[in-house]
């Protein structure tokens, strides 16, 4: 009689010689039960689909619950999914996007015009909301990298003032309609804040109003901002320039070369003078020589009328 060990080694022996067989065997069985199913599938498909359809229906009020259950308790583990995948797949995530975007880029922007149209309340309720509950962390943000913040701006100053340069000399008619239509539609609200503006900061109003006066006149530079003359009549000590008279408050704005002969609102062709020698000045030399304050601590102000504002396209 043959004994465990002895069976088991002639096992192993049959196997070994039928090796081939047995496994060219096991690849038809597999390959017709493969094909059974997919043949079981595809009858029962119809059926199948119906009993899915019926399921969903009478299940309809706790399959919302189970799915909100089930996003609840695998949230967690979700999101670290997700964070691990993009951080793995960066590059690649973000290749796609910008490719899909210079593709489908009109369709994108008309897109979200439309969604921003219908829902536009509801995204200001939305904004003003986020505002509100997010003010301490933005501003905690803020004090936390000031410093960060002011030297990317700076290293990105000029940078961002030829990007802006540019892109206003490209699209100069479509930015002037966008503001003539904006205007149009906000002209009550836009008239309250520049009347509110105007009687709160009255120094600044008439240094506007000074340029506005300079740029009709011609003025090749047009830059001399209310904070350059504060800095300019404390520098005289609120006196007139020609005649030495103190009047703090009532001092005038002259033009060493008049506006009308060509000269600069900036502040190396102004100094300050009081009415009555403003007046006899007129449009004539300076009563006597005056050197003007060519260097002020307040920056001027850039626009339009500045030197080198404008970019070359």
Same mark, same amino acid.
């Given at each position: 009689?043959?004994?465990?060990?002895?069976?088991?080694?002639?096992?192993?022996?049959? !196997?070994?010689? *039928?090796?081939?067989?047995?496994r060219?065997?096991?690849?038809?069985?597999?390959?017709? %039960? +493969?094909?059974?199913? %997919?043949?079981y599938?595809?009858?029962?498909?119809? !059926?199948?689909?119906?009993?899915?359809?019926?399921?969903?229906?009478?299940?309809?009020?706790?399959?919302?619950?189970?799915?909100?259950?089930y996003?609840?308790? *695998?949230?967690?583990?979700?999101?670290?999914?997700?964070?691990?995948? *993009?951080?793995?797949h960066?590059?690649?995530?973000? %290749?796609?996007k !910008?490719?899909?975007?210079?593709?489908?880029?009109?369709?994108?922007?008309?897109?979200?015009?439309?969604?921003? &149209?219908?829902?536009?309340e509801?995204?200001?309720?939305?904004c +003003?909301?986020?505002?509100?509950?997010? !003010?301490?962390? +933005?501003?905690?943000?803020?004090?936390?990298?000031?410093?960060a913040?002011?030297?990317? $701006?700076?290293?990105?100053?000029?940078?961002?003032?030829?990007?802006?340069?540019?892109?206003?000399?490209?699209?100069?008619?479509?930015?002037?309609?966008?503001?003539? $239509?904006?205007?149009?539609q906000?002209?009550?609200?836009?008239?309250?804040?520049?009347?509110?503006? &105007?009687?709160?900061?009255?120094?600044?109003?008439?240094?506007?109003?000074?340029?506005?006066?300079? +740029?009709?006149?011609?003025?090749?530079?047009?830059?001399?901002?209310?904070?350059?003359?504060?800095?300019?009549?404390?520098?005289y000590?609120?006196c007139?320039?020609?005649?030495?008279?103190?009047?703090?408050?009532?001092?005038?704005?002259?033009?060493?070369?008049?506006?009308?002969?060509?000269?600069? *609102?900036?502040?190396s062709? $102004?100094?300050?003078a009081?009415?009555?020698?403003?007046?006899?000045?007129?449009?004539?030399?300076?009563? %006597?020589?005056?050197?003007?304050?060519?260097?002020? $601590?307040?920056?001027?102000?850039?626009?339009?009328?500045?030197?080198?504002?404008?970019?070359?396209?």
């Amino acid at each position: 009689m043959q004994t465990h060990e002895e069976r088991l080694a002639k096992q192993r022996a049959w !196997r070994e010689a *039928h090796l081939e067989e047995t496994r060219a065997k096991d690849r038809v069985r597999y390959a017709t %039960q +493969r094909a059974q199913r %997919q043949a079981y599938l595809e009858a029962s498909r119809e !059926r199948r689909l119906a009993q899915q359809r019926l399921y969903a229906f009478e299940h309809r009020e706790q399959q919302p619950a189970n799915g909100r259950a089930y996003e609840a308790r *695998h949230r967690a583990e979700r999101v670290a999914k997700n964070r691990a995948y *993009h951080k793995e797949h960066r590059e690649e995530i973000l %290749q796609k996007k !910008r490719a899909y975007r210079a593709t489908h880029g009109e369709e994108i922007r008309a897109y979200t015009r439309a969604y921003r &149209a219908v829902h536009k309340e509801e995204l200001l309720a939305y904004c +003003r909301d986020y505002d509100a509950s997010h !003010r301490e962390a +933005r501003q905690a943000y803020r004090d936390a990298h000031r410093e960060a913040r002011a030297a990317y $701006v700076a290293g990105r100053l000029e940078e961002k003032r030829a990007k802006d340069g540019a892109y206003r000399a490209t699209h100069r008619e479509a930015l002037l309609a966008m503001q003539r $239509v904006y205007r149009t539609q906000h002209r009550e609200d836009l008239t309250a804040k520049q009347c509110a503006y &105007a009687a709160a900061h009255p120094e600044i109003r008439r240094a506007a109003q000074h340029r506005r006066r300079a +740029r009709k006149a011609g003025a090749p530079i047009s830059d001399f901002t209310a904070a350059q003359w504060r800095e300019m009549q404390e520098y005289y000590d609120h006196c007139c320039a020609y005649c030495g008279t103190r009047a703090k408050g009532h001092l005038t704005q002259d033009h060493l070369t008049p506006l009308s002969a060509g000269g600069s *609102h900036t502040v190396s062709n $102004v100094i300050p003078a009081c009415r009555s020698c403003n007046s006899r000045k007129g449009t004539g030399a300076p009563l %006597q020589p005056v050197q003007p304050l060519l260097l002020t $601590v307040a920056p001027a102000r850039r626009g339009p009328s500045s030197p080198g504002w404008a970019v070359p396209v």
